[in-house]
């Protein structure tokens, strides 16, 4: 496995300097054989003729036809359930492991990946960003989160050989220190000045709590650390704060459980670079045709390397714009903005503030929701809202969700469950947020 990622991270060490005409040569070159795969084998392509458009009378793909190829949307995901799935897989491709994801947008879907997908790609591509940033993957890395997929919640400090799973594999050894959310600001501090990493991971709501509870900049003691964010967006307050009076830098990831990592800011010019390579993006405006440099569009993914689960032009109801300009050395194509959910934070009663997380996977067992948003409504209330799938109500645990919650959240929280239809803006393009403040402001 070592061998073949590496070989892989050489040959991506060259693309990433390869000029446009060419990288869209290449990207056809992977993109026709997982076209052709999904239309003769995944029964959602196949049964649909959706991917018709592209194949002329002698089987060759014509692609100017792309752009009729309807766009997949997260509904659609949902729907088609196992129908998206592979029966087969070529060899080389391995297993497959199957993702429960909410995204930002509180509509569980489950995302199945190649092996291919997971131990190749993914490795060699965070590889190449921890290279851009100066970054040795046998240095120390801390990371900071709530490690939804872990039975039982991880609620104490948990030290690891390596700093993901694939490095591990690879032999790839470098200290790592997990650290929950659920340990509480002070303690997070404490724990990172004593373990002292290079890198740390964590989510941008949680490092805007983290720096604003340490009024006495006691993490400078950390010296000039690599910040590693995702998900949320990263305030340009936030980073104003990390890089101008911690002396710190940000490398921003743009990925997600259902296309994996599709970006990474570049350290040189500050823009979002595509990892053309491995993924297809497309800007799109309202009506669906190419936005232009400067004007914000949404994002369409199609990951090139995922035979377990073709994802065809598919709609991440995110939004970016490409530059007017793009100067970088690197030719990978840009995104000089992207635009993810903004950080929403709940604070209690007694000033008790946190950044509020939910295993999609959760919802689905207690549940058997199919899309779900929770606001919170008064200084010990939220509302849980949902939209109920095939579970019969007197099958719902209520109990154990309102329980994992106060777990989690805040021991004293009081939780209305609200069944809906769907929910509020779901007709829209727009993201519905998983998490919103509906605070009513009570009486002078």
Known sequence: MKETVFAFLETLNKTQFMPPAAMQAHQRELLEPLVRHAHANVPFYRDSGRLAPLFRNDGSIDWDAWPRIPLLTRSEVRAAGNALRSPELPSHHGGTQVLSTSGSTGEPVQVAHSQLAGDLVWPAL?????????????????????FPREKPPLSTPRH????????????????????PESLGLPTILEHLIEFRPNCLSINPVELELLTGWDKDRRLRSLGPIVIMTSADRLMD????????????????????????????????????????????????????RPASPGQLGWVVATPLYNYAMPLIRYDHADQAMSPHWHGCERALPALSTVVGKEPVIFEFSGGF?????????????????????????????????FVP????????????????????????????YR??????????RVKIPIFVREMTAGPD
Not at 390 to 413: G, K
Not at 419 to 427: F, I, K, Q
């Open 160 to 179: 690891r050989k390596g700093w993901v799973v694939q490095f591990e594999l690879m032999e790839i050894f470098g200290p790592r220190l997990d650290l």
């Open 126 to 146: 965070m590889l190449r960003a921890l290279n851009w940033y100066g970054l040795d993957p046998t240095s120390r890395f801390a990371r900071v989160g709530t």
């Open 353 to 385: 503030r946190m950044r509020p997380v939910l295993p999609a996977s959760r919802v689905i067992d207690y549940l058997g929701a199919l899309a779900f948003q929770v606001a919170q409504t008064g200084e010990d209330r939220c509302e849980f809202r």
């Open 419 to 428: 069944p809906m239809d769907e929910l509020p803006g779901a007709r829209t």
């Open 389 to 416: 799938g095939t579970m019969p109500r007197e099958q719902m645990d209520f109990t154990a969700m309102t329980a994992l919650l106060r777990q989690q959240w805040w021991q004293d929280l009081k939780v209305d």
């Open 237 to 288: 307050s936030t980073r104003d704060v990390i890089v101008h009076e911690y002396g710190w830098r940000s490398l921003n990831i743009y990925a997600s459980n259902e296309c994996g990592l599709m970006a990474t800011c570049c350290p040189q010019c500050g823009q979002f670079h595509v990892h053309s390579e491995t993924t297809l993006i497309e800007l799109l405006s309202d009506d669906d």
